[in-house]
């Protein structure tokens, strides 16, 4: 199973983009990428995934380059709400044991 | 409101008591799990369900157990709690097996040993 590496906190500022980088050097081949958000007392959201290349929908991006050794979360202009833990999971396709790392805390300020 | 429904939100135990966690969901998903939360150690997988009658064990499914009698139902007991035992729970399912598409999460049910 890919072990997962993430920062453990990050600050921002209102407006400003966000960048959070996953790492994850063991991934295998039929392993996806996936990030999740959590707030406080509830339970983790889904966000965004990926295989390979670039994901984009409406609340993020997910870039991941061709060696798949990392993957980066970006969130445009980020506003207080977003103010959340950030978990990268990795895994694959065809397997329940799925493991989260520790999460990246965003804390985002006016 | 379709979804995860966890029961109970919250409850102290002594320890030695048996304690089963609650969760429905109403999706029709295949595959259920269960994790805990703890402070500085994020979500840890303890069992899981690919589909009604089987189930597998996560990384941490020492002291506790699972039973998977229908798609709906996914229980989590504690047979005999241990103060270790004190964490968040979180229940939740996918449509299919596997990292591909969704995880959908219950509220939680935060579980204090004493």
């Known amino acids: 199973l890919a072990k997962t590496t993430q920062p453990i906190s990050m600050d921002s500022y209102e407006g400003q983009e966000v960048n959070i980088t996953c790492s994850h050097n063991?991934?295998?081949?039929?392993?996806?990428i996936t990030w999740y958000q959590q707030f406080p007392s509830q339970g983790p959201r889904f966000i965004i995934q990926?295989?390979?290349t670039k994901v984009t929908n409406e609340v993020a991006s997910l870039f991941i380059p061709a060696d798949r050794k990392s993957s980066t979360l970006s969130l445009p202009r980020v506003s207080l709400s977003d103010t959340a833990v950030y978990y990268c999971l990795v895994g694959p396709y065809n397997n329940n044991d799925m493991r989260f790392g520790a999460g990246t805390r965003l804390t985002v300020k006016p | 409101i379709a979804g995860i429904t966890q029961a109970p939100t919250s409850q102290i135990l002594a320890a030695g008591r048996r304690m089963t966690l609650r969760c429905t969901q109403d999706m029709r998903h295949n595959a259920m799990y269960w994790y805990r939360q703890d402070l500085g150690l994020g979500l840890r997988l303890i069992h899981y369900s690919n589909t009604a009658g089987t189930t597998g064990k996560g990384e941490v499914p020492d002291g506790y157990s699972v039973s998977r009698a229908n798609t709906d139902d996914f229980p989590l007991t504690l047979a005999s709690a241990v103060p270790s035992q004190t964490s968040v729970y979180f229940c939740?399912?996918?449509?299919?097996?596997?990292?591909?598409?969704?995880?959908?999460f219950g509220e939680g049910s935060r579980l204090t040993v004493l």
């Open positions: 063991n991934i295998a081949t039929n392993d996806y």
């Open positions: 939740a399912s996918s449509r299919d097996r596997g990292a591909v598409g969704e995880l959908f």
């Open positions: 990926g295989y390979k």
